[in-house]
């Protein structure tokens, strides 16, 4: 089992910045990706974010240029650094973990005010 505990979320005006922090404990692999995925009201979960254990990334159309997903291999620790906030950024964001199976976190709210 691998539990994950996420933080950083809140409230900030349009054009503003959050770090969002996800820490994995449990069974971790050496070799797994972590990443964020998001949730607007009566929206469908996406993606916004992955990074693998090598560092290589993948982020969605709509974040590219504005988020930046990092992780600390040795804290098994993925970060969201989220800049120039925009209001349909709001959401509630969850962080996975994958490596055989998925596992997800308790999800932090992000609202951006326009």
């Known amino acids: 089992q691998v539990q994950l505990v996420e933080s950083g979320g809140g409230l900030v005006q349009a054009g503003g910045s959050l770090r969002l922090s996800c820490a994995a404990s449990g069974r971790i692999s050496s070799v797994n990706s972590m990443g964020w995925y998001r949730q607007a009201p009566g929206k469908q979960r996406e993606l916004v974010a992955i990074?693998?254990?090598?560092?290589?990334?993948m982020y969605a159309d709509s974040v590219k240029g504005r988020f930046t997903i990092s992780r600390d291999n040795a804290k098994n620790t993925v970060y969201l650094q989220m800049t120039s906030l925009k209001p349909e950024d709001t959401a509630v964001y969850y962080c996975?973990?994958?490596?055989?199976?998925?596992?997800w976190g308790q999800g932090t709210q992000v609202t951006v005010s326009s």
């Open positions: 990074i693998t254990s090598g560092g290589s990334t």
């Open positions: 996975i973990y994958t490596r055989v199976g998925d596992y």
